[in-house]
């Protein structure tokens, strides 16, 4: 008995081909009006957004804007906001630490767990959110926050539509230090990534540890698994992502290869990698193109 299959559902590629083909000149936020009028939920990331456009030929023009932020790179594509940063997570001080933060950072409800350990200097809170991001794999392609005590933390410039009312503490000058217990018990708190997929961490500060002589910081321990890819669509859409490029038979499991460039292993880590990754910092607005 053949296996009933509903109506095959529009992903964002196709909806961004679509819209693109009939209107080259629709920025990312025009697009994002677009997405959830169309009744879609979540959003559209800017590096999904800026490949479609370089699939289809479309040219990015660039331009210099003044930024008020002083790690800003200053550029920026009509249209957007800026989320990538241009500066490492190493370069901001020179200093070497006496000490360091142990973490360990897992994705919520992954079966079975996607996990990272890694040693961080004292830094903000946004920096953590940039070693996080790049000890798991993500492309820091969305907006994110992170949950603390009950009390949520946010960047005031990218969340600046929901920052005072939602009552945002600022992320960029809250350090570790004042947020985990001085006494170096272990502590939980939140960090949740893409409010479209809703990506929740768990956030497990494990101590603090002399640093090793020697050791250049931030640095990845261990962990587990393979980041799941940006816009799959959650928990759920990775599930189901999974099973399609596993099954040759499945009527995806091309598409979905293709998608994700080819290969996907989902069992596939790297420590040595992740730290190279972490050491480097996010990428800024030219490696989005």
């Known amino acids: 008995m053949a ?11 196709d909806f961004l081909r679509n819209a693109l083909g009939k209107n080259p000149n629709l920025d990312h936020h025009q697009i994002n009006l677009r997405w959830v009028k169309s009744g879609h939920a979540g959003t559209i990331s800017s590096a999904l957004y800026y490949h479609v456009r370089a699939e289809l030929g479309i040219k990015t023009e660039w331009t210099w804007v003044q930024s008020s932020e002083p790690e800003s790179t200053g550029l920026e594509p009509p249209g957007t906001v800026e989320v990538g940063r241009a500066k490492s997570a190493t370069s901001r001080s020179a200093k070497a630490p006496t000490e360091v933060y142990q973490v360990r950072v897992s994705l919520v409800d992954s079966q079975p767990t996607i996990w990272r350990r890694i040693q961080v200097a004292d830094c903000t809170l946004d920096t953590l959110h940039e070693l996080i991001q790049t000890a798991m794999g993500w492309t820091n392609s969305h907006l994110h926050h992170f949950e603390i005590n009950d009390k949520l933390y946010g960047d005031p410039m990218l969340l600046r539509e929901t920052f005072e009312d939602l009552n945002y503490a600022n992320s960029t000058t809250t350090m570790l230090s004042e947020i985990v217990p001085q006494n170096g018990r272990p502590f939980r708190f939140t960090y949740e990534y893409d409010f ?9 500060f494990e101590g603090r540890l002399p640093a090793e002589p020697g050791q250049r910081y931030p640095v990845c321990l261990e962990g587990a698994r393979a980041c799941p890819p940006e816009d799959v669509g959650g928990l759920w859409g990775y599930a189901e992502f999974l099973e399609a490029i596993a099954d040759p038979d499945h009527a995806e499991h091309k598409e979905m290869l293709i998608w994700v460039g080819g290969h996907f292993d989902p069992e596939a880590f790297d420590p040595a990698l992740a730290t190279k990754r972490m050491k480097k910092g996010l990428p800024n607005w030219r490696e989005l193109r």
């Open 3 to 13: 296996k009933k299959t509903g109506p095959k559902k529009e992903t964002k590629s």
């Open 196 to 204: 479209g997929d809703s990506w929740e961490h768990a956030v497990l």
